[in-house]
């Protein structure tokens, strides 16, 4: 159990346009949901805190006018990349919270931004 | 807040040996969880295993085992009988409660030579 399910695994867009990338908690309900960014070869760097039914917690240093986050329902959050710029490419990964049980990662989205 | 260290950016190790990854921390909550994830290629973040804090006796999964020094606030993976499909990149992490998001290490890249 405990399946997090995250789409598209790759996309490519165009300068200026939007993404969104999906994360659906497949088999459990996730009240809490985090984003994360990584760059090659470095550390997963959280992006916000995502809580069904209300606003997510970002963290110092991301725009959040640039990256929506939307968690309405108890299974999906969604990030979406407004206006998107080469410097947003990277790999974007949920993880959803089973309380005492732990953290599950979605497989990932690589972003390019050309 | 809490801050999670991995000073091993790179280690090696023969296939069916023994490999120790170094982990300390920094908290000043008396409950926490700590875990250690593994990254493979594919870029899916694996739960290798978890450890409470309140818990003295050493998590154990297979060939994965820890050593967690509460008071010197280290957590060490050993991984034993290391095998090809071990390499990876592994992440020390901690988290207060299940609601609150993984604090990662910068990662150690493991990898396990036939």
């Known amino acids: 159990g405990a399946v997090v399910s995250q789409h598209p695994s790759r996309v490519i867009c165009k300068s200026g346009t939007s993404v969104k990338i999906e994360c659906r908690s497949l088999?459990?309900?996730?009240?809490?949901m985090f984003w994360y960014r990584q760059f090659p070869k470095q550390s997963l760097m959280l992006m916000a805190t995502?809580?069904?039914?209300?606003?997510?917690?970002?963290e110092q240093g991301v725009e959040k006018d640039k990256f929506l986050i939307n968690h309405a329902s108890l299974t999906l959050s969604t990030l979406t990349v407004t206006s998107a710029h080469p410097e947003d490419s990277s790999f974007y990964i949920c993880?959803?919270?089973?309380?005492?049980?732990?953290?599950?990662f979605g497989s990932g989205t690589r972003l390019t931004v050309v | 807040a809490q801050t999670v260290t991995q000073s091993q950016p790179e280690m090696s190790v023969q296939e069916a040996e023994t490999v120790t990854l170094s982990c300390t921390y920094d908290?000043?909550?008396?409950?926490?969880?700590l875990f250690w994830y593994k990254q493979p290629p594919s870029r899916q973040m694996i739960l290798v295993i978890r450890?409470?804090?309140?818990?003295?006796q050493n998590a154990t999964e297979n060939r994965f085992s820890v050593n967690f020094q509460k008071a010197a606030k280290s957590f060490s993976l050993k991984i034993s009988d290391s095998q090809l499909g071990d390499t990876a990149m592994y992440f020390c992490?901690?988290?207060?409660?299940?609601?609150?998001?993984?604090?990662f290490g910068k990662g150690t890249r493991l990898s396990v030579i036939a």
């Open positions: 450890q409470e804090a309140y818990k003295q």
């Open positions: 992490a901690s988290s207060f409660s299940g609601n609150t998001p993984l604090v």
């Open positions: 993880s959803a919270s089973k309380g005492y049980y732990g953290y599950t």
């Open positions: 088999d459990f309900q996730a009240t809490t």
């Open positions: 995502s809580n069904e039914g209300s606003k997510a917690t970002y």
């Open positions: 908290t000043s909550e008396n409950n926490y969880y």
